[in-house]
């Protein structure tokens, strides 16, 4: 079950939570994303889709998890887009769905700075939080 679900007219937000890292973690992110977006097609006389899904999911532990060939997985954020691109690398902007992964726990010098500060606030408010370190220049 996700934990927080909210949606508009045109679009579907839902945040996963996750505290204990089980083997077929990233296959049931996956069925959630999946099914929040086909679940909108009523039936075979009407595919539209009619709302954007977001899926975010935090991490609160160090991953286990290791990519099919072996990798250990050691990345802050992970994004999935399902729109296609061409041969030549050029997306197709079809579809706008997203799927955004985040583990405070691998930290990206590379990660920006709007995400960052959550990053730091879900990690510091679990290892620290009678003296959480955060950036509070920024509302």
Not at 19 to 35: A, V
Not at 51 to 67: G, M
Not at 82 to 105: A, K, M
């Amino acid at each position: 079950m996700l934990d927080i679900f909210a949606e508009t007219i045109d679009r579907r937000i839902c945040i996963e939570i996750q505290r204990i890292e089980y083997d077929h973690h990233f296959d049931r992110f996956l069925h959630y994303f999946l099914m929040l977006i086909a679940e909108q097609q009523k039936s075979s006389k009407e595919y539209n889709i009619q709302q954007t899904v977001y899926v975010i999911v935090v991490l609160t532990a160090p991953y286990k998890i290791s990519e099919k060939n072996g990798k250990p997985i050691l990345d802050e954020v992970l994004l999935l887009k399902l729109n296609p691109q061409t041969l030549q690398g050029e997306v197709r902007e079809l579809y706008g769905h997203q799927f955004v992964c985040l583990n405070p726990n691998h930290p990206n010098e590379e990660t920006p700075k709007q995400i960052r500060d959550w990053l730091d606030l879900i990690y510091q408010s679990i290892h620290s939080p009678e003296r959480p370190v955060l950036n509070t220049d920024n509302s």
